[in-house]
């Protein structure tokens, strides 16, 4: 049986075609492998390929979407579960209520804060759900240097560089993500 995993990831239809091939290969992998997505709900950019893929082959899809945009032009409506949210805060706090295990791929501000807001809970010892980045062709390079630059600074410890793990393709997501929770600590697959 998969697991409930929560992707943050690009909402940009202008996304670069690599980022939405990864995502559409994120959707065939999970089908595959029998896990559920849980993710922000949109039917656009890396969100709407990576629900397509997944809904397209059989697989169960949970969106999650404030009021604000579930609009027929953003909200992915073939979910097979679709959750209105009153705000951006319930929808996070119901996509990492309801996950096992959360995949990073490329993406802005949007994604950038779920990722820290899920990194810095479990820093706070709130879960010990696994985190991978997926780091394709170097897309978090310049923040995970940052990351690295804050553990120079002494500003976070060096176990924090320890909360997620960072691979190149999401074959390798996943195989981490299975491993279970405290898979993730310090892994590099080739993704830094």
């Known amino acids: ?43 656009v950019g890396l969100m709407g390929e990576l629900a397509r893929e997944v809904q397209q082959g059989g697989g169960r899809v949970v969106g999650v979407i404030p009021e604000r945009l579930s609009t027929e032009e953003i909200a992915f409506e073939a ?5 209105v949210t009153a705000d951006m805060a319930e929808r996070k706090n119901i996509m990492i209520e309801r996950a096992e295990a959360f995949i990073c791929l490329p993406g802005a501000f949007g994604t950038l804060d779920e990722m820290l807001e899920i990194i810095t809970l479990k820093q706070l010892d709130y879960h010990d759900k696994p985190i991978v980045l997926v780091n394709t062709d170097g897309f978090y390079d ?25 691979v190149s393709d999401v074959e390798s997501a996943l195989e981490l993500l299975e491993a279970g929770p405290g898979s993730t600590p310090g892994a590099d697959l080739g993704g830094s």
């Open 1 to 43: 049986m998969g697991i409930p995993i929560c992707v943050f990831c690009a909402s940009s239809n202008d996304a670069s075609p690599r980022y939405l091939e990864v995502a559409r290969e994120l959707g065939q992998l999970m089908v595959e492998r029998d896990h559920t997505l849980i993710y922000g709900g949109g039917s």
């Open 79 to 83: 979910a097979e579960e679709l959750l």
């Open 142 to 166: 310049t923040l995970l240097g940052f990351f690295r630059r804050l553990e120079e600074e002494r500003l976070i410890y060096k176990e924090c560089l320890e909360l997620y793990g960072t």
